[in-house]
């Protein structure tokens, strides 16, 4: 079982920066695919971004160019680097953890963080 606890969120100016950061316990996240989902006030769980075990990833639409998903096997440390952030992109950021290919599918990962708050001011 997976331990996962989001950090780096903050608030930000419109066309600003944050790297938010994923810390895993309780297993080695090398065994599993990494996502990163948000939801804002009032809206769905979108997905944003994910990682399989050997390095391949995917993007939603809404955050491809900007964002960057990167994964630190030896630190169990999971990354999600936002550039050129928008107000739309004010949510709550969830780091999760899937036993199989994860992608950009909620119902696939099994372990999810508490989530970190992420404002951006226009």
């Known amino acids: 079982q997976v331990q996962l606890v989001e950090s780096g969120g903050g608030l930000v100016q419109a066309g600003g920066s944050l790297r938010l950061s994923c810390a895993a316990s309780g297993d080695t996240i090398r065994n599993y695919a990494m996502g990163w989902f948000r939801q804002a006030p009032g809206k769905e769980r979108e997905f944003a971004a994910a990682m399989d075990w050997s390095g391949i990833t995917w993007y939603g639409d809404s955050v491809k160019g900007r964002f960057t998903i990167s994964r630190d096997n030896p630190k169990n440390m999971v990354y999600l680097q936002m550039n050129s952030l928008k107000p739309e992109d004010t949510a709550l950021y969830y780091c999760?953890?899937?036993?199989?290919?994860?992608?950009?599918?909620?119902?696939?990962?099994?372990?999810w963080g508490q989530g970190t708050q992420v404002t951006v001011s226009s």
């Open positions: 999760a953890a899937s036993p199989g290919v994860g992608g950009g599918l909620e119902y696939a990962y099994d372990y």
